[in-house]
């Protein structure tokens, strides 16, 4: 009853669309063999994440674990199964999706804030916390082509964490601005979860995981390997990692 | 719903405020561009047309321009909108949002920009010897009603359809280019050889762009023309709002 996202059975299959007139009259394109082009992107995934806590997800790059954020932020629907999410869903895939060079910082936090789903009253209401937050007082009345990358990271986060939302999706990016801001984002987060919000990470940095998630599961070719408490899920993905190591060792001698 | 209602403006208000600032901030002309698009093709037409080709037409350059007005807003918006998704692939991609606010942004911005000239407009009609008419006021606001009623299905459409099959955009140019030939905006219907005549009578954007002239140069709606409008924007809207519902959340994918 607790559980705020509640996964079932997902399947996700991605559709190979003809790209141009082109390849609709010339017809299909080569079928590539690798382990990308597998049918099934998700194959049966099964999972639940209780509110107020966070969701560490590993594996290897191109397993799936993208393509469960979004199924969760519901940019992608499921082929087959079920997902329910209980909240507000924000993702930190990208900060400042949506950001325009040639605008300030002000006025790119309401762009941004309307994009995510906040209203022009709350984004009011919000913004000096916000530009308080990025630490970026001097720089907010210029375009944001002036700022450093790690600097629109800065704004980006700020205004997604004042969203209204309960959910939080976190892809890699944890890795916002200087350690001083690092560190400030991380504190953030904890106290985001202290307030029943809901974290999703997927990060290949284990200390990240080891110290911000609850449980967690391990992905290998769309497909759940081991789900439960995140110290067993990290040993389990370790164990996988030297696994395929040695395995692709074999392959080259 | 009440909320979503809301936000779809609000956010549909930003991103034509992002787009103006955009175009202004970023040029010294500034606003004056809003202008120089239609002023500039009006007066090439009227150099080929009025003084190599001498058509005889009584003041020729308000006929133009009355035309090139809407005629500017509706290509500007329709090519714009056709990329509205593929070139915002991050937005659709990583944000949950109602995606029919996209290509609506690039017809709400350009619509912004028609507004902004038709002060212009009016006082080039005044001093050519046309009169300006207090209908106007509700006229032209219906008028506008109705371009974006007729635009904005059409450009979620190709949008949509866009991101499918990329080469829509490139058909979108040419096919501009082609109808701006096929309607009366820079020759009257009346100059159109009776054996084709029925083409005009039946296109839609004939229509438009001659209720425009005549809400302009008259002062009068022409109201079969105008309910011939409706009829098509009725139809366009039913296709833009069944192709959104079968494409619309399977855009994340294919973007």
């Keep these: ?253 | 719903m009440n909320d979503r209602i809301r936000h779809f403006f609000e956010l549909l208000y930003l991103l034509v405020q992002k787009d103006l600032k955009v175009r202004y901030k970023s040029s010294v002309l500034g606003y004056l561009w809003a202008l120089a698009n239609p002023f500039a093709f009006a007066l090439v037409y009227f150099v080929a047309f009025k003084i190599i080709m001498r058509v005889q037409m009584h003041n020729y350059s308000v006929f133009l321009l009355t035309g090139m007005f809407p005629w500017v807003w509706l290509t500007n918006s329709l090519s714009q909108a056709t990329g509205s998704y593929r070139n915002n692939a991050s937005l659709v991609k990583k944000v949950n949002l109602d995606r029919a606010v996209l290509p609506l942004g690039n017809v709400a911005h350009e619509m912004v920009h028609f507004c902004f000239a038709l002060p212009v407009l009016a006082i080039f009609i005044y001093f050519t010897g046309g009169e300006m008419y207090g209908a106007w006021l509700w006229q032209i606001p219906l008028m506008i009603l109705l371009q974006l009623a007729m635009v904005y299905p059409v450009a979620l459409v190709l949008a949509l359809s866009n991101v499918y099959i990329h080469d829509v955009e490139y058909l979108v140019g040419i096919g501009l280019s082609m109808l701006f030939f096929l309607t009366p905006v820079v020759y009257p219907v009346t100059m159109v050889p009776t054996a084709y005549r029925h083409y005009f009578e039946w296109s839609p954007l004939a229509a438009l762009i001659e209720n425009w002239r005549s809400v302009l140069l008259h002062g009068s709606v022409n109201m079969p023309m105008f309910m011939h409008c409706v009829t098509v924007a009725i139809i366009v809207a039913v296709l833009a709002v069944v192709t959104y519902r079968k494409t619309a959340s399977k855009l994340g994918e294919l973007l």
């Design chain 1, 1 to 253: 009853m607790s559980a705020i996202v509640q996964c079932s059975d997902v399947w996700k299959r991605y559709g190979k669309p003809a790209r141009g007139i082109k390849e609709l009259l010339v017809g299909r394109r080569k079928v590539v063999e690798s382990r990308y082009a597998r049918e099934w992107a998700l194959q049966d995934v099964s999972f639940e994440i209780e509110r107020g806590s966070a969701f560490g997800i590993v594996g290897h790059n191109g397993t799936g674990k993208s393509t469960l954020l979004s199924l969760l932020l519901g940019t992608i629907l499921p082929d087959k199964g079920d997902i329910s999410v209980n909240g507000r869903v924000a993702s930190l895939l990208e900060l400042g999706a949506g950001f325009h060079p040639d605008l300030t910082g002000r006025e790119n936090i309401f762009l941004y804030g309307s994009i995510l789903g906040m209203s022009l009253a709350e984004i009011r209401a919000a913004l000096n916390s916000i530009i308080d937050f990025s630490e970026l007082e001097g720089a907010v009345d210029n375009p944001i082509r002036t700022y450093s990358n790690g600097m629109i990271a800065r704004l980006g986060f700020s205004t997604i964490i004042h969203a209204p939302v309960d959910i939080l999706l976190i892809d890699e990016v944890l890795a916002v601005g200087d350690s001083r801001f690092k560190e400030k984002c991380r504190r953030y987060l904890h106290e985001f979860k202290a307030r029943q919000g809901t974290l999703v990470i997927v990060s290949h940095e284990m200390e990240t995981l080891a110290d911000m998630c609850d449980s967690g599961m391990c992905m290998n070719m769309g497909q759940v390997v081991v789900k439960g408490e995140i110290h067993k899920v990290l040993a389990q993905y370790q164990e996988l990692m030297k696994f395929s190591n040695a395995r692709k060792k074999g392959e080259v001698v």
